[in-house]
């Protein structure tokens, strides 16, 4: 029997397949939060792109100040009055963020470092810290 499990496919008896989509069903599971369907990096991956070079002092205010807002929301605009950054320059930094994280070692393509939402009210970006991020920044002594 073959079967597509997302973009791969797969080929063995109908327990095999029931198997292997229930293994990879609660591996993905563990790596939710809040936000159905995001998948968010590991501790070890978090840890290992914030340890593998010197942060940016803006890059360690953002994680502090999400770190000391957790597990509450944190706006876009906070973010900018904390870094002294407008927000081209605030998205300029977390798309250093990004690839900080996608070069690290043991990264899984589409995991999420950040909790990112739109908030309507404030219109900008809200963020915070997914549980195993702010396990690896407190880890980190950030």
């Given amino acids: 029997m073959k079967a597509k499990i997302g973009s791969v496919e797969v080929e063995g008896t109908p327990e095999e397949i029931a198997s292997l989509i229930q293994l990879v069903s609660s591996e993905s599971a ?17 840890f290992r792109a914030l340890k593998r070079r010197p942060l940016l002092p803006t890059q360690g205010a953002v994680l502090a100040k999400l770190k000391a807002n957790y597990p509450s929301w944190t706006l876009a605009k906070d973010l900018q009055k904390v870094t002294n950054y407008n927000r081209n320059q605030l998205a300029g930094l977390f798309g250093a963020f990004g690839k900080r994280v996608a070069a690290t070692e043991g990264y899984v393509s589409n995991t999420w470092f950040f909790d990112v939402e739109w908030n309507y009210d404030a219109d900008c970006y809200q963020y915070r810290l997914p549980p195993s991020v702010l396990s690896a920044v407190k880890r980190a002594g950030i």
């Fill in 30 to 46: 563990v790596a939710k939060h809040d936000q159905p369907g995001r998948n968010y990096v590991s501790e070890d991956v978090a």
